[in-house]
């Protein structure tokens, strides 16, 4: 511990001037410095200056080459219960680090404070490893790689190891690298909550509460994505925000059980901001209070009545692997942007009723709250009525539980000092629900609510009827809990709420209900019921007539049809469907959830005449995916587009979102009950942010704004006889499957009829993939065929071709089975090992199999098998890319990856003309608008060329004769340019490109294009 005198001396020292310059003019330096791991003794003075300037550690209580008790080794650097180890290069002796460190711990605790935990550093000073003893084995906690361009997280991530001043500024990145991923706090939690779930993982309570909680995310992604380790990165999450709940009221956290439950908010008056939910679970073993208290501890040193913004949604994309992040699509709205959105949707915010059906982390309810605070205070209202009024005004309901608990305490640090001004009861009004509720049933001429009950049980039900009475379900609720507590009959239960006013068919259903509870109370699985009913029914309550929102707001989930479960894609098409929002046909696998969303939230959660304002893929601008949405052919409900915002020129924004149909995004304004088509123009915002969570002086620092005309309605309608001709390339994946390279044969050296092969490694293979060891062997070599992938095509020239083994014969796709029943032992090793892994690895059905076989995969859409004739001449274009690049083909072996297209030509002629006008600038310019777009730029083509009316080929038409001459000519030109190795495949295509516009002949086929089409 340090000393009083200490503490007062490192709090003055950070807040006076001596402590700013220094961290202004001299921390840049040592940071620099170590980025460049220096030798020895240097990086100890700098770890010296480091933690006597920026911590306060006085000379006297560094201690250096400290000799252990047993005289075994020496640690470098100790301060109080810190020992500091010094390398020279992590990279090759974290090894050492692992075999010395816990020696070195076990020496410091001897000496250290009572409850104080002693830590390990390892550094070589650009790497720094932070580790712990956990029951005597050493315990990795962090790590954290220092960056030059921003010193100050340097400090901030080894505050909450050497820091006891509180008071620190909650920023976004302050808070992720406080209780993120690579956080000391998050790897101290890890490791125990890890030894925590192997003592009481296998309770039948803390069992049903991880089934249910799998259950609800199954419902957010559409797939089965839960997992122990994702669990657990929850409950740390969750025990988290709970404390930071507590902290804004000032609450000291005695009893960890009140804090987890919620009671120690309710004996404030604050209910719905934190309930006993899935993950109070640590409690129920050996050492879990003691978790839950250092958690709550870590919370204290934030100033947290402070936020400008919703910190929350940082510090849970910090937790989650980046990888694991892309695959669930787990990216959260920027502040500016929300906050832009909630000035636009909401005119009168001291009178508007407004929800979030899908509300995250709380973003859009943040800045919703700021805005309703802001106009009452300039109103002059009372602060106690200006509570009053969120809490009236201001809704939220997400089905993903952790991102509920986000969100209620988001809003809850949205009143800023105005909670001290609350009513005696203030109810956090965002609720865990299915906005879109699924599990909605018709039953004659009502409705009922199903809540499932894992593993195989029959699900509870629920009157939808009573449930949207908020006070008649309360105290049916009550009656509920009062029977668990006597074990009370069914049939009391039943005269109970029939008494409080239900009707009888209601209270019979409900009967029933508690009988199933009943039981499950006698099973050992209950005490979760209560939280889970009240929560689920909640969108019923909301979407009655009487409490539908004037504003509907947000970014709802963007996730497509072809990543969702078998179960959830039979769902969604039958939904849509019904609002005649259901395309289906080859756009069935682009269909998304958000438009379902656009439609229901509508129809269910907003009054006649309310708004809508959702953050949408950019395709909803202009893709007939979404046109259902954009023309008024809804049913059910009428909603016509009012406004929009095309954001495809702003970057960053997201991440790469996990099965949305673009990366890029708008926002789309409608209003209820209103028809007529979108208007003829829109706002569209261009420019370069900083960084993703940019704040909003940032923002309007760099974006420009300008109107421009609605993006062109992009079609299925073909002006072109090619769009019939040609066709995407074959899905080679996994690529390590597939793509090969000849593998070292040993003495006895390889085969000339079956070479030895292994499995390709790239830097484009994605998970789960890249953990998955390639196959390796021969291969018989009619089997083994020259690729073109995308980057194999340039303007008139083929560049690298790779190689592979395509498992087809006599235009049939071969399995291991057959391929060994025909004799190719070879192959039918080679795909014996693919399809074990393929198997392993794959997507799975709900029977847990795999949605599709290894063979039909390679095969999907016929694309592989109707390759299997023979062209002699092909033309081969670019699926996606910022130029469109064709060249032909005169090798009838050769397979086409799905990053091309390709049509067989009937003559060298016409080969040459389509690519002589595919080549073009005209091309592009016309198509451009309807590309969808990147992070930076448009990106796929696909057919979209041949919706301009372009002619076949005609030997009779001069045009296009003289058009195929000049493409023959450029593609000599192409084939002598001499294009380094090592170049990049976009440098080559430049390179060809600037020669054909010296040689002259690119203006001449840009002029024979222009007047081949019409303006």
């Known amino acids: 511990m340090l000393s009083r005198m200490r503490r007062q001396r490192y709090s003055l020292k950070r807040e006076g001037k001596v402590a700013n310059s220094w961290r202004g003019d001299r921390l840049p330096d040592i940071v620099r410095s170590m980025a460049s791991r220096p030798r020895h003794e240097a990086l100890r003075g700098l770890i010296t200056e480091l933690l006597r300037e920026g911590f306060g550690a006085a000379f006297s209580e560094l201690e250096h080459e400290r000799y252990l008790v047993d005289n075994s080794g020496r640690i470098d650097v100790a301060w109080g219960a810190t020992v500091i180890e010094l390398k020279s290069d992590l990279r090759r002796e974290e090894r050492d680090v692992v075999a010395r460190m816990p020696d070195y711990l076990a020496d410091a605790s001897r000496g250290s404070a009572p409850g104080r935990t002693t830590v390990g550093l390892a550094t070589d000073g650009a790497t720094l490893l932070a580790y712990t003893l956990d029951l005597g084995r050493l315990t990795s906690i962090g790590r954290y790689d220092v960056d030059v361009d921003h010193p100050e997280r340097l400090l901030t991530w080894l505050e909450p190891l050497l820091s006891p001043v509180p008071e620190v500024m909650p920023t976004p990145i302050a808070v992720a690298l406080a209780f993120g991923r690579y956080s000391l706090a998050f790897g101290r939690a890890h490791a125990q909550l890890q030894r925590l779930w192997s003592e009481v993982g296998d309770h039948p309570e803390v069992r049903l509460k991880r089934n249910l909680w799998d259950g609800l995310l199954r419902q957010v992604y559409g797939d089965d994505v839960g997992s122990d380790a994702l669990f657990l990165q929850h409950t740390y999450l969750t025990i988290l925000v709970k404390a930071i709940a507590a902290r804004v009221l000032d609450l000291e956290i005695g009893d960890p059980a009140e804090m987890l439950s919620g009671r120690l908010l309710a004996n404030e008056g604050i209910v719905g901001a934190v309930e006993a939910d899935f993950f109070d679970w640590p409690l129920l073993a050996t050492g879990g209070d003691d978790l839950v208290r250092s958690l709550a501890a870590e919370t204290i040193r934030f100033r947290l009545r402070d936020v400008k913004v919703d910190v929350l949604k940082s510090l849970y994309e910090s937790l989650i692997d980046p990888d694991e992040r892309h695959d669930l699509g787990e990216y959260y709205t920027p502040d500016w942007l929300a906050a832009r959105v909630v000035t636009a949707a909401i005119s009168r915010p001291l009178e508007q009723r407004v929800l979030d059906p899908s509300c995250g982390s709380g973003t859009f309810l943040f800045h919703a709250l700021r ?139 409900l009967g029933q209900t508690f009988a199933q509870l009943k039981e499950l109370y006698l099973d050992g699985r209950n005490h979760i019921w209560t939280f889970i009913l009240r929560n689920l029914l909640r969108p019923v309550w909301l979407s009655h007539p009487d409490h539908r929102a004037d504003v509907l707001i947000g970014n709802p989930p963007w996730i497509v049809y072809r990543h969702l479960s078998a179960d959830m894609k039979e769902r969604l098409r039958e939904a849509l469907r019904s609002y005649n929002l259901w395309v289906g046909g080859s756009l069935a696998t682009q269909q998304d959830m958000c438009a379902l969303f656009w439609a229901r939230g509508a129809e269910r959660y907003l009054r006649d005449g309310g708004v809508l304002a959702l953050v949408l893929p950019y395709a909803a601008l202009n893709a007939p995916v979404f046109a259902g949405m954009r023309d008024g052919g809804m049913e059910r409900v009428r909603v016509a587009i009012i406004g929009g915002w095309g954001l495809e020129r702003v970057w960053p924004i997201f991440g790469a979102q996990s099965g949305s149909s673009t990366t890029s995004t708008c926002v789309l304004f409608g209003e ?92 484009l293979d994605k998970r789960p993939w890249t953990g998955v060891e390639p196959p390796e062997g021969p291969v018989e070599r009619i089997f083994v065929r020259r690729i073109a992938l995308g980057e194999s095509v340039a303007p008139y020239r083929v ?201 002259g002949v690119a203006e001449t086929i840009e002029r024979l294009v222009d007047a081949l089409l019409p303006p």
């Open 672 to 763: 209820r009950d209103r028809a007529g088509p979108p208007p003829t123009e829109f706002d569209r915002w261009v420019g370069v942010l900083p960084r993703r969570d940019a704040s909003e002086a940032e923002a309007a620092e760099v974006l420009a704004h300008m109107r421009a005309a609605w993006p062109r309605p992009r079609t299925l309608l073909a002006a072109s006889p090619y769009r019939t001709r040609f066709r995407n390339g074959a899905s080679l994946f996994p690529r390590r499957f597939v793509l090969v390279e000849y593998a070292a044969a040993g003495r006895l050296q390889s085969r000339r009829d079956a070479p030895r092969l292994r499995g390709r490694v790239g830097s």
């Open 371 to 509: 805005r309703l605070i802001e106009a009452g205070r300039q109103a002059g209202v009372p602060p106690a009525e200006i509570v009053e009024t969120c809490a009236d005004r201001v809704f939220g309901i997400d089905v993903h539980p952790v991102a509920v608990a986000l969100a209620r305490v988001t809003w809850l640090l949205a009143l800023g000092d105005l909670v001290q001004d609350r009513p005696p009861t203030l109810s956090v009004p965002v609720y865990m629900g299915d906005s879109m509720q699924w599990n909605l049933r018709p039953l004659g001429a009502s409705a009922e609510v199903l809540v499932d009950v894992p593993p195989n049980d029959p699900p509870l039900r629920i009157p939808a009827g009573l449930a949207s009475d908020q006070h008649l379900f309360e105290r049916a609720l009550d009656e509920l809990n009062r029977g668990l507590d006597t074990l009370a009959e069914p049939e009391a239960i039943r005269h109970a709420i029939a008494l409080a006013g239900a009707t009888t068919e209601d209270a019979a259903m």
């Open 799 to 999: 560049l690298d071709l790779v190689t592979g083994v395509v498992p087809m014969e006599s235009g049939a796709i071969l399995t291991a089975a057959s391929a060994d029943a025909r004799g190719h032992r070879g192959l039918a090793a080679w795909l014996r090992d693919a399809e074990t892994k393929w198997n392993e690895h794959s997507n799975k059905g709900v029977d847990g199999a795999p949605r599709m076989t290894l063979a039909r995969s390679l095969n999907h859409l016929q694309k592989l098998v109707a390759q299997a004739a023979r062209s002699p001449i092909r033309v081969l274009y670019t699926k996606a890319g910022t130029r469109l690049s064709a060249c032909w083909l005169e090798d009838d072996d050769v397979i086409i990856d799905h990053k091309a297209y390709w049509s067989a030509a009937n003559s060298l002629e016409e080969a040459a003309y389509v690519a002589a006008v595919l080549n073009t600038s005209i091309v592009l310019d016309r198509v451009k608008d309807l590309q969808p777009v990147g992070q930076r730029d448009p990106r796929d083509f696909d057919n979209l060329v041949w919706t301009l009316p372009i002619p076949e080929f005609d030997a009779s038409e001069a045009l296009h004769v003289d058009l195929a001459a000049a493409a023959l000519h450029a593609a000599g030109i192409a084939a002598r340019i001499e294009l380094p190795d090592s170049a990049h495949f976009t440098a080559k295509r430049r390179a060809i490109r600037q020669t054909l516009v010296d040689d």
